[in-house]
Structures are given as structure tokens and as C-alpha cells.
């Protein structure tokens, strides 16, 4: 999997992790300027997912450029998340794979 981002959040007696899965990039997003007035940036595919550590995991597929998908993380940091990289994921919630799978095939399949 493709993680854009992954955030955990602990305090007090929160504990929850936030994060979005690139699913699809489309190739003109990494451009940030364009030579036609009209240019609409490219809209990649994530899945995004949170919930509280342990419990069911949430997700929603939607579509963003990544510049909206980079204010998504700026936002949760702000809001106490850190950015935690992916070979820390198993130490902060252990079955994180596995409730991701069960998940995410679902939300990829309802779309």
C-alpha cells in the first residue's frame, strides 16, 4: 500500500490514528504551475481511514489534488497528530494491517 500519510494522536485518554492511501495518481498531478490559464490540477484517488486504536477502523475513498491532500496532514497536525512512518505502524497498533484490509476491501467495493 501506497501511504500518503499516517498520524497518531495520544492525549489524555485519546489514542486514535488518521491517514490517507494513494490509490490512484494521475499524471499531471506533481505540476504546480501550467502554461494554459484554464489548467485544472489532476484529482488523485485516496482512502482515507482513522479510529480509535483497537477499535473498527473507518474509511472514505475521495478525490483530491495534493495540494489539498498536503493541507489534510497540516490540519491533523495542528489538531495534536504526528506523522509516524510506516515501520513505527506495528508498534502503535499491532493489528493495523489486518483491520485495514477488512476495511478498506469493502469501502473499495461499495465505490
Known sequence: MNYAYI???REGTSDKVWGIILLREHEASHLKFHPFPNYKPAYNEYLSFWGRR????QTKMFSA???EA???FRKKENKGYVNIPKSRLDEVYPNFQTDLEKTA???MLKS
Do not use: F, N
Not at 54 to 57: E, F, I, Q, S, T
Open 65 to 67: 489534488s495534493i495540494w
Open 70 to 72: 498536503e493541507d489534510m
Open 105 to 107: 476491501m469493502w469501502a
Open 7 to 9: 498520524g497518531w494522536c
Open 54 to 57: 483497537g477499535a473498527k477502523l
